[in-house]
C-alpha cells in the first residue's frame, strides 16, 4: 500500500477582505463576497514567495518524523507561480531541506492540479520499488490583474507531502484520471496576469472534469458517495465545490471546503489540498475520504484515501493556523503583490 506519511502547510498571516478589493472598483463589497463565497484571502507578504512558502511547509512536513532525509529519492514542486522562468525551484528546495544529492527534482505545471499529477507519479515510483520517499510539494504566490474577477480569489499558499509506502497516515486505495484540450484558463510566456473563458471555466470545464474522473473512480471501486466520511474538492470559489459534491451525490456536511475557501481564497496549486490538510485535522482511523483536483487546460485527478491509526500522532492544527491574521488595505495589497 502506497500512501503520505506525512503533511505540512504554510498559509501566509496576511489577509484583505472581498470587500475592500471591491470597494476600489466601485463595488458592492457584500455583493461580491456572498456571489463568490469568497470573504478573504491570504496574501503573502514582499519577502515571500512560492519557494519560501514551500521551505515551511516542507519543514513541517518533514519534522517529528523517523524518515531519514537521504531516503527521499524525489522532490516534486508544482506551482503556477515559480521564482525562475528557468531554474528549477525543486533542487533550491532540497538544499535547504538538507535532502541527500541522490534525488529526482522536478518541477511540474498543469494548473492547478500540478501537485496532483506528482502525487500519482511519485505513487508510481514508490509503488514500483525505485524511491521509498518522495516530497511532492504544491505552492502558489497567485497573483491577477486589478479589477478581473480572479482578484477576488488569487491568493498565497503551501502545502506538503511525503509520500512512501510504510509508517502511513493515509493509505491510497485507489486512484485515477480524467484529461482534455479544454482552454478555459492560460497565460502566454513573458505575459504577466492569467486570462480565463469566464463562464467558460464552470460547466465545460471544473464540472465536467471533476464528474468524470470522480464517477469513475467509484464505479472501478464499487463505491458510492455514502462511504465517505469527507470529500474535498478544489476550491476556485465558495460554490463550485458545493455544487459539484452534491451533483455526485455527497451530502452537505460530507463536502468540506467551505471555510477553507471562505477565509484563505484559492491558493491554485494549494488549493484542493489545503483542504485535505484541514480535513485531517479532524478526520477519525479507518475513515474513506474523496479527494479531487482541477486544473485547467483541462484535467481532474480523483483519489480514495483511508486514514490509519498513525493519523492522530501526525496531526497539525489548521484551524488555529487560520486564526493567525493581519489584515491589510488595497494599497499594501498590491505592494505585496509587487504590482506596484
Known sequence: MIGIVSYGFYVPEFRIKTEDIALQWGKN???????????????????EDSLTMAFESSSMALSGIPVDRNRIGGVFFGS?????????????????????KQYLATDLQFACKAATGGMMMAGGLIESGRMSHVLVVASDKATAKPHDALEYTASSGSVSLLMGKEDLILEVVDMGSFSS?????????????PSHGGRFTGKPSYFHHIIQSSAALFKKNGLTPDAFAHAVFHMPNGKFPKQVGQSLGFKPGQIKTSLIVEQLGNSYTASALMGLVSVLEVAKPGELIFFASYGSGAGSDAFIFRTTQKLSERKHPFKKELKQKKYIDYPTYLRFMNIL
Open 29 to 47: 463589497g457584500k455583493d461580491v463576497a456572498l456571489s463568490l463565497g469568497v470573504h478573504e484571502k491570504a496574501v503573502s507578504s514582499l519577502d
Open 80 to 100: 503556477e507561480s515559480p521564482p525562475y522562468a528557468v531554474n528549477p525551484a525543486s533542487t533550491i528546495l532540497a538544499e535547504f531541506l538538507g535532502i541527500e
Open 181 to 193: 484540450d479544454t482552454p478555459d484558463f492560460w497565460r502566454r510566456e513573458g505575459i504577466r496576469y
